[in-house]
């Protein structure tokens, strides 16, 4: 077997720039040359077993026929079309689907093509909703230390402090507040505290209900949610929940919100709509958020509006998951893997330097104290026959809920072993 990258991969590189990537040190990427089910088969021939799903988003696997025969078909008849002043079936059946089945009146979809833009949307969404009802100044957003919201400046700001790099682009970024999230009776006072000091510039809270995924797979108590929903309430603030992450059954849940029983007033969709194949993401607004926008007055429409906003190849991806989600039984299969996930990694806990294991739904955590050489232990990964891609110090397994038992067994123990000096 050739190990010699193909002649693509060496005249391409030089004009590549990675994503959080010192180009100077890091390894090269891997040659991927096709995908299937949990497996990438790079171009030499070998064969990983993906633990990351791409950044969460492969839900159902990759290649998935379902979703390949939907996105071709649509091909076929409209691969995009601008969506100012134009309507299509797979965008209006898309947002008539997800407004069923989010929970209670969040019944308004506002397409984007990414995460960060939901998220951008979201931010601007809260803020006109308080102009629209004649409320002035209500600006800042009390977001949570350990979030992550997306690389684009508004969702940078919402992001932690140092995830969300604001020392670095400090003068760039609008200036949020940042705070602890409410865990206990004392933090919970503090966050109140500091809402009735500024209910007047606040337009609401940001946060990734349940777990805080690229701030470190954190979770929370679905209590964390309740509160600021009292919190929300008792202001008259909007919680905007972020489940580009959670969403789709990452947490066990179809969403993490329902899982807490809460209701956002805004919610933000990603990464698994599609399941993974293109690029969709969703901002869902409650009834009582849109009727703010609702008006005579031009003024108070919201002035948004990508140019491949509602997609409809990713519409189309996006019905057929939704499918599959109804098919199949997705979260029966997740409950598996989350027993696999448990009795796999358990092992992990009597590791020298391994600060804590947890796993919530098919989400596997493993956190060490510190990494001596990153680079080796990303090599021996490989050597291992699999896919991970750390954050830090946090070693973390999210595959595709159709894993096997046999291939997620092989995902942790390659993570027993590589982590066992
Ligand atoms: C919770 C959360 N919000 C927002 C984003 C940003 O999404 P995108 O990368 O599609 O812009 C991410 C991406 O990891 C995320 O995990």
């Not at 066990?252 to 899982?259: H, K, L, P």
Request: with cysteine; hydrophobic share 45%; net charge negative.
């Amino acid at each position: 077997m050739t190990r010699r990258p193909p002649a693509w991969f060496e005249a391409g590189l030089p004009h590549i720039w990675a994503p959080y990537t010192q180009m100077k040190t890091a390894a090269p990427p891997l040659a991927v040359a096709r995908t299937d089910g949990v497996r990438l088969t790079l171009a030499d021939g070998r064969e990983l077993i993906d633990g990351i799903a791409s950044w969460w988003t492969a839900c159902h696997g990759y290649n998935h026929p379902r979703i390949r025969d939907a996105v071709a078909k649509q091909l076929e008849l409209m691969p995009h079309v601008m969506f100012g002043g134009l309507a299509h079936e797979p965008a209006l059946s898309l947002a008539r689907r997800l407004a069923a089945l989010l929970p209670g009146d969040l019944n308004r979809v506002f397409f984007t093509d990414s995460g960060s833009v939901s998220v951008e949307v979201a931010l601007k969404m809260a803020v006109q909703y308080w102009l629209n009802k004649g409320a002035h100044g209500h600006t800042k957003f009390v977001a949570f230390k350990g979030g992550y919201h997306g690389d684009t400046t508004g969702a940078m700001a919402v992001s932690d402090p140092d995830e969300g790099m604001h020392k670095l682009f400090a003068g760039l970024l609008p200036e949020q507040y940042v705070l602890d999230l409410p865990r206990d009776d004392e933090s919970a006072r503090a966050l109140e505290k500091f809402v009735a000091a500024h209910a007047d510039e606040l337009a609401g809270f940001i946060i990734e209900p349940l777990v805080q995924g690229a701030g470190g797979m954190l979770f929370h108590a679905p209590q964390v949610l309740q509160r600021l929903r009292r919190l929300a309430d008792k202001h008259d603030l909007l919680l905007i929940c972020d489940e580009i992450f959670t969403g789709f059954g990452r947490t066990g849940a179809m969403f993490a919100s329902e899982a807490a029983g809460i209701v956002p007033d805004i919610l933000c969709l990603s990464k698994a709509l599609t399941g993974g194949t293109l690029a969709l993401a969703a901002t869902v607004a409650r009834d009582h958020v849109f009727e703010a926008f609702w008006s005579d007055k031009n003024e108070h429409a919201l002035m948004h509006g990508p140019t491949f906003m509602a997609n409809p190849l990713a519409c189309a991806a996006a019905n057929a998951s939704l499918d599959l989600f109804e098919e199949e039984p997705r979260l029966a299969q997740i409950a598996a893997i989350s027993r696999g996930l448990s009795d796999g990694l358990a092992p992990c806990r009597d590791l020298p330097d391994v600060k804590d294991v947890r796993v919530m739904g098919a989400i596997g955590v493993v956190e060490l104290a510190r990494i001596d050489d990153m680079k080796a232990l990303k090599a021996r990964f490989v050597e291992e026959g699999v896919w991970v891609r750390p954050f830090g110090t946090t070693f973390y397994l999210t595959p595709a809920f159709t894993i096997s038992a046999t291939d997620l067994a092989r995902l942790t123990s390659a993570v027993v072993k590589v982590l066992t000096p």
